[in-house]
């Protein structure tokens, strides 16, 4: 098995490295064949390890690749673990990259950046792989550094642009202050565990529970609950929790279909998987999942807010994956470890649906991203107007899409979880469901119906995108429907998971709930008579009032509330303080120190200084030099009545 999970890897690494350094050589064309066939290859292999761990019952795999070093005992490895969380991941990733490669050659057909732009997404799969097939720390931190770093590249692909070369240094700025915490959580596990293989930590996970830290003088903290709050600050970076959320709307400046792969199955989702392959770590801190559930449920809500507002097509799918993330962060917290999981899965198909679909408005607009310039466009793109129905749907949890299976089931765990901070994280996760149909349905409504709000030139020129632009939005449109129905059962409230995923007795809140699960139909009996189906209905009805039937009512909100209008705008302020006022607090720190340590005790005291005193020594010691012989020897015989003073009495 381990050479099938190195071609895995390997296939859309090898492929990356042709299409990039021989691209102008193999020419467009064998550029994207190599690529798809690379993601092609690794899916199909992924779809086989998943069904040999899931439907045959082969056992996972824990091995060791390839040792690098040695150091102090501890071995620093390339290792894959591959068990059924794993193969769910890499299924999902590879499926999700396959068609966004396809996407892409209709995306982006007049680019000349062509055979760059698909070597650097199969790089992205590439790494995102290696970051979900880890089995230790050393190599989870490559893949999460490694799609850190083709981000990066993908963002700032057109590097022309001043705001794409913004937002790429921004990402990368913001993901480091996640990675800095990340790295120190890896630190502290290394210090008391002495190594850095999942196996051996999780094994010693009740002994690190009851070790100490004293960061500050007197006060003693858990050690477990520091390396676990660590380890999740850098999946606040990853996954763009607040604070740290700031760099993902501003990803939008890379091409849409890279938008489509951070936002469903790479980079943003790294964090969620992190946390839940910790589980046996985090279920030993309640500190640290309070920390996870109060920081998830604040995401999700506050972030819904902002995509209500928005006016780009693409920066109002961006915010209601934040939203999403924060969904899947808060199941994190409340020990719904499958949970949030599951809400991975079924969101990357219908994200990526919502993406590739705005992606397709995009191009048949001539790259117009203004909503309120758009409209009507129902008749002119029926493909496009239909997966984006059911990508929509999806979102919002409409009875029996995969999306409601999934975001049900993860807000009735957090009903039932009853640690610090769950009352709160209910409520907010419960108001966003309201939230989450109105920001969809604004832009559903306002691009597909109502009245035509393009130019004449444009509208003459409106048609269908071509079949490979289409034909992905038809392939993530299947499983946006279907896969809920087969995969709640076994996911939630069965073994599908195992020993991947660890919940103590006590916080099992799937248990609980499951208790009551009598089959995915069932399941959606219950769903119809739940708030949480009231909550969207009447998002979905505001929406089509206020945007179709009554459209002045939203000018005549924003003019009486301008004020919170104005702050929704500015996204809190949260772009300000990165910006702007943390840039400038630094700065003038950096500036103060420059001149207490560099200009006054480095140049001044240390240099300049001691120069000072050596020449002023030297011009004391100058007006002895007379040049007398009387002078030398009245000092010689001073001189020598001091020392023979200090022999006979001093001594």
Known sequence: MESIYLTIVLTPLAAAILAGFFGRLIGRSWSHRLTISGVGVAF??????????????????NGSVYTWMVSGGVHLEVGFLVDRLTALMMTVVTFVSLMV??????????????????SYISLFTFAMLMLVMANNFLQLFFGWEAVGVVSYLLIGFWYTRPTAIFANMKAFLVNRVGDFGFLLGIATILMYTGSLDYAEVFGM???????????FDGRVWSALSVACILLFVGAMGKSAQMPLHVWLP??????TPISALIHAATMVTAGVFMVARMSPLFEYSEAALSFVLVIGATTALFTGFLGVVQTDIKRVVAYSTLSQLGYMTCALGASAYAAGIFHLGTHAFFKALLFLAAGSVIIALHHEQDIRRMGGLRKYLPITYWTSLVGSLALIGFPGSAGFFSKDALIEAVGHASRAGSGYAYFCVLTGVF??????????????????????HTREHLHESPWVVTLPLVMLAIPSVIIGWPMIGPMLFGDFFGDAIFVLPANDVLAAIGTDYHGPLGFLLHGLMSPVLLLAAAGVVVAWYLYLRRPDIPAAIRNRFAALHGFLMSKYHFDTL?????????TGLGNLLWRIGDVTLIDGAAVNGSARVVGWVASVVRQIQTGYLYTYAFAMIIGLATLIFWVLYLR
Request: proline residues 5%; charged residues 25%; aromatic residues 16%.
């Open 205 to 215: 996970a009740g002994q690190l529970q009851r070790e100490t830290i004293e960061i």
């Open 44 to 61: 199909a292999l992924s779809v086989y390890v998943l069904k040999g761990l899931w439907l045959d019952g082969n056992p996972a795999y």
């Open 435 to 456: 939230v989450t149909a109105l920001y969809s349905f604004r832009m559903f409504f306002l691009v597909f119906h109502g009245k035509e709000r393009t130019d004449e």
């Open 578 to 586: 990165v910006e702007k006022w943390i840039p400038r607090g630094s």
């Open 101 to 118: 490669h396809i996407y892409t050659i209709g995306y982006m057909k007049d680019d000349p950046g062509y055979q760059r732009f698909f």
């Open 250 to 255: 501003d990803s939008m400046e890379g091409p």
